[in-house]
Every structure is written in structure tokens, then in C-alpha cells.
């Protein structure tokens, strides 16, 4: 059921294979845009560009994708760039948990601060950080 929402957001069989492919192991965010919508996408990757480090340390890795082509951000890698065929509409920002459900969704630009609030109160980062101790 899970992925049914990947799928549905993403059309693309293979695109849905690369977000099933961070299960348990990384965190999601996924930001879409149209053409027109580009500069918003821009300032969101902007603001989460300057968190890489707290991004890092919750295991956050980022799809931008505007209109047909998107960019991987591992934080860690040279970002990788690739095409799809799925149609963006507007504007949207999704962060999908390490179990492969949807967290959080919104139409407007964040602060960073609201995606890595709302990892901090979730079960499983609290685990991450007592194995930490």
C-alpha cells in the first residue's frame, strides 16, 4: 500500500523503483515543480542545501524535480540528474519515512527546520539516537 502512493505519485515504473530502493535505509523528500513553478523548487532545494549536515545525520536524500528532469542529492555524491516522463503539476514537497509512507506534504516552501522537527519526534530516529549513546 505504501508504494501504491510512490506510484501514483510517480508514475514512471523506474522512478518508483528508485525511491523503493531507499527503504530502511534513507529518508525522502521529494520536491516537484512545473516549469512555471521552478523558482520555487529552486528556494526549497536553496534552504535544504544549507542544512546538509543535519540532512546527513537523519539520513535525508532529496529528489528535485522540475518539469521533466530530476536531480539526486545524496549530500554526499556528485547529485545525479535523470528524465521522466511523469507530468508535474504546480508545486509540491513530500517526505516519505524510512518505512516507505508518506510523512508529510506540502504545497508551499518549508524551512528545513519543519521536516527535521517532525524526524526527531518520529519512533524511529529516536531509536537512531540511543544506539548513538
Known sequence: MKYLILIILFSNAMWSQNLESHQWK?????????????ERAESQYLL?????????????????CIADTCMFYDWKNTPKMFKTDTTKQGFSIVLIGL???????????????????????????????????
Open 48 to 64: 535544504l542545501n544549507k542544512e546538509q549536515q543535519k540532512l546527513i545525520d537523519r539520513k535525508i536524500v532529496l529528489y528535485k
Open 99 to 133: 518505512d516507505g509512507g508518506e510523512k508529510y506534504k506540502s504545497n508551499t516552501v518549508e524551512k528545513p527546520d519543519v521536516f527535521l522537527n517532525l524526524i526527531d519526534t518520529m519512533p524511529m530516529r529516536r531509536q537512531e539516537l540511543r544506539n548513538r549513546k
Open 26 to 38: 534513507d529518508r525522502i523528500l521529494v520536491v516537484n515543480a512545473d516549469e512555471k513553478n521552478r
